[in-house]
């Protein structure tokens, strides 16, 4: 049973930086692609970078291309999202995801979140 796990949010002040991980576990992943969302309050989910379970392929949303990095580490079975020059509307739970059947919006397996605050 896939299973994703989020860690990394928190309360952080705007300008700062935070990176976001996301531990899979359950099977293998090799023919995966990986994602990253996230919801603020009273808004739909919001898709936001994707990168194949290999690492060679990426893609971003323009809401946060030149602010966000996205990685994987195979050999741990994790994925990582740095977020750089946080804003306050980047306050929201961001979610991992995973999927094989769709690039770049993945959505076959969900973590439960993690929380995002941004302080002005």
């Known amino acids: 049973q896939v299973q994703l796990v989020e860690s990394g949010g928190g309360l952080v002040q705007a300008g700062g930086s935070l990176r976001l991980s996301c531990a899979a576990s359950?099977?293998?992943?090799?023919?995966?692609?990986m994602g990253w969302y996230r919801q603020a309050p009273g808004k739909e989910r919001e898709f936001l970078t994707a990168i194949s379970w290999s690492g060679d392929r990426t893609y971003y949303m323009g809401s946060v291309k030149g602010r966000c990095t996205i990685s994987i580490d195979n050999a741990k079975n994790t994925m990582y999202l740095q977020v750089n020059s946080l804003k306050p509307e980047d306050t929201a739970v961001y979610y991992c995801?995973?999927?094989?059947?769709?690039?770049?919006?993945?959505?076959?397996?969900w973590g439960q979140g993690t929380q995002v605050t941004v302080s002005s």
């Open positions: 995801a995973a999927g094989r059947r769709t690039w770049p919006k993945v959505y076959d397996y």
């Open positions: 359950g099977r293998t992943f090799s023919d995966f692609n």
